[in-house]
């Protein structure tokens, strides 16, 4: 016992310059972290903080002791090792495990301070931050305080312990069936201020018209007005938790009748979709947020060297393994965007200055400009990108004259002795210093990009373009050229996207061609899954499908009398992709623990007949397919179907989506 | 801590939550255990979700190394793929797999089947030591068994007590001889001693002689205190732990039949047995392997393949098997009696079980394998015939076998064409073995 404190104090004692280090680069770099408390854990309580979703203390369920047997399995063979765990919270906790070789706990710790930049400016996380002292998150005590109070429901004598587990169960299943894009207490109208904040953020982004109708409709801000309307086909209510806790009853098996529910099962859906509130920031901004510290950590381990020279390999193996794993991996998509954000916004200032030489126009820009000399005008200060400890009678000369890319104060302490430059170069880096030295259009994999611009684009940028022979030359125009144009523009975009704005706005042509992106698509024909279309909208369409609603379909509250007999109906809200009806038969069976009374369920689905099967079959062609829309019922005991009236069918289905991306011939 | 309760919970739960034990026979991997150690893992139903149905939702993926064509195939999706559970660090969320032991996994077979196919114990007898509940006068002092030697001590000194003060007020009484007085107190069933009355004798102070006229007197004038009271007032001060009392443990002996099982697995490797047949007869074959592990206490296994000759193989073989020649089942049995051979039936419960699609060469089945079944002792010979997409014209196999033992005589007789029909085939053929132990 003695021993294992002894090893996380040492560990401690390691890590402090590391910690500081980070954070002062961080902040130089314009980024603006809450304060972040590191932990030092063992192995174990690194497990177990892993299987509570990254909290020392949640409620009592089952779920997380799953979670737990899987980690420990994982750690047995070997896999899934625990690089970070870092919570939204002000100041955010991270934890470190003690065992990390300090490579890792380097990563870990530049990779944290970038989450927590995200946690403190993002809008969205934002949303959900207003329940602490001042406007900020305090997720540890919130969570803390519901286990404390479903343990004591647990541990009433008067509470049957399965009621409890059998209310969380039913909740769990609904947890992504929230308004997720309105704040927790909305819908209980004390909280109007967002409405017409929303309404400005979105005209803000400046998003596809698109997006705007199928995420951010008309009706869904009309929808945040008038949260306390019964719902209604017209006007349905999202938020499926919110309606349940304030509607819904218990079933009394004895009695045989839906009975009042008790205060405390109340208490603990209310609580549960509190906590659905605060995941869903995170779930809503995986890709960003992941592909934010995962830019950073690798500008601050690898281009600004913050992992040591031995450290250097073992930190490359393991950014090679995050970014690596197979799939689509919202980190190396997210880092991907982000890197084409930055190079986007650093581009569009080279193209509007290159377009203002005399002789420029976008018709001849790609045979006028000599991209070599525009590559070396780009090309940062010798002495910015390169600056060692032997540099430092320059460097003094170069703040006496004031250039602002060097920071006297560091210089100074350098000169005193104090900070090693070989070590921690940056110390002698202003800000537009350090955008100058890492500048991403001088890096090598980005040489072509100025030059890959395509003709749309430069007659897009040049169409509103005044004033256009100011320049005599390359050198010239690009003289003055703002280093910091893409970090700025990155900031920007990390306050206000979440990941479907941020994938709608930055998924370009460009990206997904030179990221060799596809879609698949499953050929009932084939049997199998093909590669269905490389085409950009096509990629952009599928990734919105898998990010919107949390990649779940929406699925709302449409009536909460059905029939004129208590029951509720749900309905899936179509946009032509089918509900995997399995698994919402059994969801149905919980919703039933929450509501008392019979529930149901409208859906489309796709039939074939079989006719239809072996002409296709025969012809080979991808069958087409029939919607039908149904309701299916849970009365308690079994689900039934129903056929949906064609009424009923229009008010759940989307005619302007979809999302099929088949090509005609594919199988051809 | 909270979590150890949850990982207690989980693995209650998990019990509970477990994929349904037919849909694994019948589409689950069956390819994670082998006979030494059977892991049979059943894929835990997690909570239920409303999600896109996965075929219907398609996705995105990321071409390594150039830009694939569409229509190519690509491989199923990968766990992990988009969005799925939200906290930053997390990996995609993969199954959670639970693990049965084979008895268990019998059990729950059983259980599902609504069988209760009690093991024969064989001839092979052995003695076990139980638990240490037998209980000796001998022993080696680890044993002692203190609690009965405390007991003992106790009822002992309860029967020997008795309130001295009483006694000494007997004394008391004028002109009383100690003979009087052991005679009274003996009188009023006081298990006082004549020595113990002697001796008190002497102590009496001389002035305190006469204080009773009579016995009578001092039962008149004084209760006896009960020893109960005594001891609570008093304490327990001492218990005589005597030689006597003393009893030592000793464990139970079990005479135990042990319960013996060989099972002979054979399946037709012929060229006519294609992947469809031959993964049918590994679903049916590899739960029955499992689910007799799990009944008997010593099972052993063997596998022969067979086209139209017959060799025996190992089990991570046998399934994997395929070779060109024809077809002739009695080889398969011919080998199957010789491998019994070691087994004798009266101390071996045997099974033989065959799997092939029906088909063989002319005659052989009435001719050599009918009389080589009959031959063979076993408590049950099964054939199952696995025939996707309906039997071939000479595929007659099980037909014959049928006719000719007409369900009865320890044979069972059953046909697979896919998945769902395993678990009828696994019913069909325990349910003849069940049948005939009645």
Sequence with gaps: ?668 | MGLREDLERFKDVGETRRQDLSEFISYGDLGGSNPDRVQIPIKIVDLPEFAYDKRSMGGVGQGQGGKPEPGQPVGPPEPGDGDEDGEPGEEGADHEYYEMDPEEFAEALDDELGLDLEPKGKRVIEEIEGDFTDITRTGPRGTLDFETLFKRGLKRKLAMDFDEDYVREGLKVDGATPRDVYEWARSQNIPVSMSWIETAAQEIPADELGTWESFEAVEANLDREPTIRRLRREGLKEIPFRRQDERFRYPEIIEKKQKNVVVVNIRDVSGSMRETKRELVERTLTPLDWYLTGKYDNAEFHYIAHDAEAWEVERSEFFGIRSGGGTRISSAYELAAEILESYPFNEWNRYVFAAGDSENSSNDTTDAVIPLMEEIDANLHAYVETQPGGAAINATHAEELERHFGGGDNVAVTRVSDPEDVMDAIYSILSTEASDDE
């Design chain 1, 1 to 668: 016992m003695k021993d294992e404190r002894q090893l996380a104090r040492k560990t401690a004692t390691a890590l402090e310059e590391p910690v500081d280090r980070a954070r002062e680069l961080a902040i130089r770099l314009g980024l603006d972290p809450y304060p972040v408390n590191y932990w030092i854990v063992d192995h174990d309580e690194m497990n177990e903080l892993i299987a509570y979703g990254g909290f020392q203390r949640r409620y009592p369920h089952w779920r997380w002791g799953m979670a737990y047997d899987r980690q420990q399995k994982q750690d047995q063979f070997g896999m899934g090792k625990a690089f970070e765990i870092v919570n939204n919270d002000n100041p955010s906790h991270a934890f470190l495990q003690e065992s990390n070789s300090m490579a890792d706990q380097k990563a870990v710790i530049t990779h944290v301070e970038a989450h927590a930049d995200f946690f403190a400016n993002n809008a969205w996380f934002g949303l959900y931050s207003d329940r602490g002292e001042v406007g900020e998150p305090d997720a540890a005590a919130m969570l803390e305080r519901h286990a404390g109070a479903i343990d004591d429901y647990m541990n009433d004598p008067e509470i049957d312990r399965t009621e409890v587990e059998r209310i969380i169960d039913a909740v769990l299943c609904l947890e992504d069936t929230i308004d997720q894009h309105r704040t927790l207490t909305d819908e209980r109208g004390d909280d109007d201020r967002d409405l017409d904040d929303i309404a400005d953020r979105l005209d803000d982004l400046g998003l596809s018209e698109d997006v705007r109708q199928h995420v951010f409709t008309d009706e869904w801000l009309d929808s945040r007005e008038d949260g306390l309307e019964d719902p209604s086909l017209e006007n349905p209510e999202l938020d499926l938790l919110a309606y349940l806790r304030d509607h819904g009853m218990a079933y009394d098996d004895d009695r045989d009748k839906a009975v009042e529910r008790e205060s405390w099962a109340t208490d603990v859906v209310d609580r549960l979709r509190e906590e659905a509130y605060y995941f869903a920031a995170q779930k809503m901004t995986k890709v960003m947020n992941e592909g934010w510290a995962a830019y950073w950590e690798s500008l601050m381990m690898g281009d600004e060297r913050f992992a040591g020279d031995d450290e250097f390999l073992t930190y490359a193996d393991h950014q090679a393994r995050v970014l690596g794993s197979p799939g689509l991996n919202p980190y190396k998509l997210g880092k991907q965007l982000w890197e084409h954000v930055e190079n986007t916004a650093n581009r569009a200032e080279v193209v509007d200055r290159l377009l203002r030489i005399e002789g420029v126009t976008w018709r001849n820009f790609h045979d006028a400009i000599d991209f070599e000399a525009v590559e070396a005008a780009l090309e940062p200060d010798p002495l910015v990108a390169g600056l060692t400890a032997n540099d430092l009678d320059e460097l003094t000369a170069r703040v006496e004259a004031g250039d602002e890319r060097f920071d006297p104060e560091g210089v100074a302490a350098a000169q005193a002795g104090e900070v090693d430059l070989d070590r921690y170069p940056w110390f002698a880096l202003t800000y537009e210093g350090l955008a100058e030295r890492h500048y991403s259009l001088a890096k090598r994999q980005y040489r072509r990009f100025v030059e890959s611009i395509s003709r749309e684009a430069l007659e897009r940028r040049a169409r509103y373009m005044f004033d256009d022979d100011r320049y005599a030359s390359i050198e010239a125009a690009l003289e003055d050229i703002p280093y910091t144009a893409g970090w700025e523009t990155m900031r920007d975009v990390r306050e206000s996207h979440n990941d479907i704005t941020f994938i709608d706005s930055f998924l370009t042509p460009e990206f997904v061609d030179s990221n060799n992106y596809f879609t698949y698509e499953y050929s009932q024909a084939a049997g199998e899954y093909r590669v269905a279309s490389v085409d950009a909208a096509d990629v952009k369409k599928k990734l919105l499908l898998q990010f919107t609603n949390f990649g779940k379909p929406t699925i709302a509250v449409y009536d909460g009398n059905f029939d004129n007999r208590g029951e509720l109906l749900l309905g899936h809200q179509y946009n032509g992709v089918a509900l995997d009806e399995g698994q919402a038969k059994a969801v149905l069976e919980r919703v039933f623990e929450l509501w008392g009374r019979p529930v149901n369920l409208m859906t489309v689905r796709v039939e074939y007949d079989d006719h239809e099967l072996e002409v296709a079959r025969r012809r080979r062609q991808e069958p087409e397919g029939t919607e039908v829309g149904v309701r299916l019922r849970y009365d308690g005991e079994s689900v039934t179907e129903h056929d949906l009236p064609p009424g009923l069918t229009e008010a759940i289905e989307a005619t302007d989506v979809d999302y099929d991306t088949k090509p005609d011939d594919w199988l051809a």
